[in-house]
Nanobody, 126 residues
């Protein structure tokens, strides 16, 4: 499996910001379409954002549009998720994941991703 290492989670107040990082080890992350997905207790894992390897286009689930931004830093072999205006309902474990190498189209469904990071906890609370 491709190794992904996530970081940047933590506790933040409503309205605050966090930047999550997803770093790749042993492969070039920029060749892959990357998704950010999250899972809250008692809920199914849901897709949050995606950045395509084919044209760099980005996609977001409706609940985070205008607040979250996904980006790549090729030099650092890292994908980021900038999260602004955080809400309590954003509280979840956040995962980054790759699609298979030839599956470049962005999707927001967990079943369409192959390799996963370990997850990082994001808690939005006063």
């Amino acid at each position: 499996q491709l190794q992904l290492v996530e970081s940047g989670g933590g506790l933040v107040q409503p309205g605050g910001s966090l930047r999550l990082s997803c770093a790749a080890s042993g492969f070039t992350l920029n060749y892959y379409t990357i998704g950010w997905l999250r899972q809250a207790p008692g809920k199914e894992r849901e897709g949050v954002s995606c950045i395509s390897s084919s044209d760099g286009s980005t996609y977001y689930t409706d609940s985070v549009k205008g607040r979250f931004t996904v980006s790549r830093d090729n030099a650092k072999n890292t994908v980021y998720l900038q999260m602004n205006s955080l809400k309590p309902e954003d509280t979840a474990v956040y995962y980054c994941a790759t699609r298979s190498l030839l599956s470049r189209r962005c999707v927001l469904r967990s079943a369409d991703f192959d390799s996963w990071g370990q997850g990082t906890q994001v808690t939005v609370s006063s």
